[in-house]
C-alpha cells in the first residue's frame, strides 16, 4: 500500500512533465511553421514576376529586338525594381535582376527603315554586332534571373 501511495503521484507528475515538454515543442514547431509561411509570402511576387520575366525573355532569344519589343520586360523589370528594397534577403539579387534588364533594355536595336533602298556593309555590320551585344546582355539577363530564383529557392528551404 505504502509503494502505490508514492508511485501513483510521481507517475502523474512525470506524466504532466512529459505532456508539458511535448506542449512546448509542439507550440515551438508551430511558430517556427508560422514565420517560415510568413518568410515565403514575402517571396511570392518576386518568385513569380522572376518567372514571368524569364518566360518573357525567352520570347526574344534569338531575336534582334527594337525597343517595341522590350516593353513587357521593361514593366517587369520596374515591378522588380519597386519591390527589391523591401524584399531584404534576396536584396542584392533582384538588384542585379534589374541592372541585367536595363543594360538588356539599353541595347535594343534601332528601328528599320523599311524605305532605304540600299543598306550598305558597314551599317549591316554594326547592326550585326549590336543584336550580338543585345544577345550577350540577354544572356547575363537570363544568369541573374536564374541566380534569383536558386537564391529564392534556398531561402524557401531553409
Not at 507528475?13 to 515543442?25: D, E, I, P, S, V
Not at 518573357?56 to 531575336?63: M, N, S, V
Not at 519591390?83 to 534601332?110: G, N, Q
Request: glycine content about 4%; some cysteine; aromatic content about 6%.
Amino acid at each position: 500500500m505504502m509503494i502505490s501511495t508514492f508511485l501513483v503521484p510521481a507517475a502523474t507528475a512525470l506524466l504532466g512533465a512529459l505532456t508539458y515538454r511535448h506542449h512546448r515543442q509542439v507550440f515551438a514547431w508551430t511558430k517556427w511553421l508560422r514565420h517560415k509561411d510568413e518568410t515565403n509570402a514575402d517571396f511570392d511576387r518576386p518568385a513569380e514576376w522572376l518567372g514571368d520575366l524569364y518566360k518573357a525573355q525567352c520570347r526574344l532569344t534569338r531575336k534582334p529586338c527594337a525597343a517595341d519589343d522590350f516593353v513587357e520586360i521593361s514593366q517587369i523589370g520596374n515591378m522588380i525594381e519597386g519591390i527589391a528594397e523591401d524584399t531584404e534577403a534576396v536584396r542584392l539579387e533582384l538588384a542585379k535582376v534589374v541592372e541585367c534588364v536595363k543594360d538588356y533594355v539599353d541595347s535594343a536595336l534601332p528601328e528599320f527603315d523599311p524605305t532605304a533602298a540600299h543598306i550598305g556593309v558597314q551599317e549591316c555590320h554594326a547592326r550585326l554586332v549590336q543584336a550580338m551585344r543585345q544577345e550577350a546582355a540577354r544572356g547575363e539577363l537570363v544568369r541573374a534571373i536564374l541566380a534569383a530564383q536558386k537564391k529564392i529557392k534556398d531561402l524557401r528551404r531553409g
